[in-house]
């Protein structure tokens, strides 16, 4: 692993204080390893400092942290629609720069993953060191690293790992699974080695949760490592058990108080997310003098923001799907004629409303890293796709849809049809968020812009096979110059 990815233990951290359920953070002086190393207190504030850097700027282009790799696997989707071929984001739309070992976009997602694997191992290496003054907070600390190491592997594996196949040996080339700070040379675990680890560190992240309550929705929580867990079954095909830790998700966190959005709150602009409602189980929070401008998520999504004089459109096809009293056709704009404000300059024809900045000259916003919505989405998928529990799939996609649209009626069909329909609202609510790429990719799908509005002198390329190598992100060449063990891709 590079040496450049460094330790936040070992630099600039953010100290962190609870102000009105959300971490009030603000970046500190350098403070030495024995110092952050000497108590539980100071382990949590590194603990914040991951968190905080979960959406900071990698680089000077659009690597704006996870929300703006969510993007990124969006745009390489076919729901996402770009009207720009010049924007920064043309040759991920192309599906040019993951494919090239020296880009920007292959680095940003190795290193910024690798980054929160070693600090979370060095927080794994030192909790138990430490002096145990206080049993629950320990326990969080260590549930939420583990939380980390967990997630980042999965994020990594689901990238530059071959897909998983279900039923089958998965000896193919997955990515090094990191369990210590040690960045000496590693060879590449196999796809089925990533994914009994990943469970292995979130089963032991579950028990250690149970008792620990997240100072803010910015942090792990027991409801989150069960989210996880869901996500990485349904990634494995294992339907029977994402439905199961769906579950035990939705059931945690609406005992919390959590619950769907509905009616108006569906048109908030997603920037005051974590404060106007209670969906959102897992998110970030920037602060407004933490701005990282415009390299930002809302810099580049926000509707209200002319930054590259791009917009971003819903493929017209999706959109289409929608029925007349679905509150989230008022995400898009059809028409590309609705009002906006006079800075501006530019507008498309099914351009979104679903992302708005809090204020367009800080360009910030909350971004959900997980909400309800996915959950019940995944529970319903899940069941479905086990067969023979149709109704029970039914009936958990009727408790979401309602919220959506007042007027929802069951559509009735065949196993098959409820597939559809569920994947269909999957791609309406989650549109933006980052799950597109990745769901293609588990579930064997070719990419396919045809026949919509993707333009293929923007989007550069319209089709591509599943299956295809090029489902793969290539490893950077700065890994492979620096780790002899590592195997590029095909």
């Known amino acids: 692993m590079r040496k450049i990815i460094y330790s936040i233990l070992l630099g600039s951290i953010c100290i962190s204080a609870c102000k009105s359920d959300f971490l009030d ?113 320990h326990d969080g600390i260590k ?47 196999t796809v089925e080695e990533c994914y009994a680890y990943i469970h292995e560190d979130l089963d032991e992240a579950i028990s250690l949760l149970e008792n620990y309550k997240a100072a803010a929705v910015t942090h792990f929580s027991l409801k989150v490592a069960y989210g996880i867990k869901a996500r990485v079954f349904l990634t494995q095909q ?101 009002e906006r404000p006079s800075w501006v300059m530019v507008s498309a024809p099914y351009q979104h409303r679903k992302f708005k900045a809090k204020e367009a000259e800080i360009t910030i916003g909350d971004f959900p890293y997980m909400r309800l919505a996915e959950l019940y989405l995944m529970k319903a998928e899940a069941l479905a796709r086990q067969g023979g529990r149709d109704g029970e799939a039914q009936t958990t996609l009727t408790t979401f849809a309602l919220t959506r649209d007042p007027v929802y009626t069951p559509k009735s069909g065949t196993n098959a049809d409820l597939i559809e329909e569920i994947m269909c609202q999957r791609r309406i609510e989650l549109w933006g968020e980052g799950f597109r790429f990745t769901d293609l990719k588990r579930l064997n799908l070719p990419l396919d812009r045809t026949n919509s509005n993707h333009r293929g002198d923007v989007s550069g390329i319209m089709e591509v096979a599943a299956g295809d190598a090029r489902w793969e992100f290539l490893v950077p060449t700065s890994e492979m110059n620096t780790n002899s063990l590592m195997v590029q891709n095909p």
């Open 143 to 189: 549930g939420e690293a583990l939380c980390f190491r967990a997630w980042s592997h999965f994020q990594l594996v689901q990238l530059y790992g071959t897909r998983y196949r279900a039923g089958v040996e998965n000896s193919q080339l997955g990515v090094p699974y990191r369990k210590a700070s040690s960045t000496e040379a590693m060879a590449r675990n």
């Open 25 to 137: 953070t603000s970046p500190t002086d350098q403070i030495g390893q024995k110092i952050v190393l000497n108590s539980l207190d100071n382990l949590y504030k590194a603990l914040n400092g991951i968190h905080r850097v979960m959406i900071a700027q990698y680089s000077k282009r659009p690597c704006g942290g996870e929300p703006t790799m969510s993007l990124y696997k969006d745009t390489m989707g076919d729901d996402l629609v770009l009207t720009n071929n010049s924007s920064s984001f043309a040759d991920a739309l192309g599906w040019i720069e993951h494919r090239d070992p020296s880009s920007g976009l292959c680095l940003f997602g190795f290193e910024m993953y690798y980054k929160f694997i070693l600090n979370a191992n060095q927080l794994l290496e030192n909790v138990d060191i430490v002096p145990n003054t206080d049993p629950v907070l």
């Open 238 to 338: 294992n339907y029977k058990d994402a439905a199961e830790y769906a579950d035990l998700a939705i059931q945690t966190a609406e005992k919390e108080g959590f619950k769907l959005m509905e009616g108006d709150q569906l048109l908030c602009g997603f920037y005051n997310l974590l404060t106007e409602a209670k969906e959102t189980i897992w998110g970030a929070h920037p602060l407004e003098d933490q701005s990282i401008w415009w390299w930002s998520y809302y810099a580049f999504m926000g509707w209200d923001i002319d930054n590259e004089r791009e917009v971003r459109c819903i493929n017209s096809n999706l959109y289409e799907t929608l029925s007349e009293t679905d509150i989230r056709r008022n995400w898009w704009d059809p028409t590309g004629e609705a």
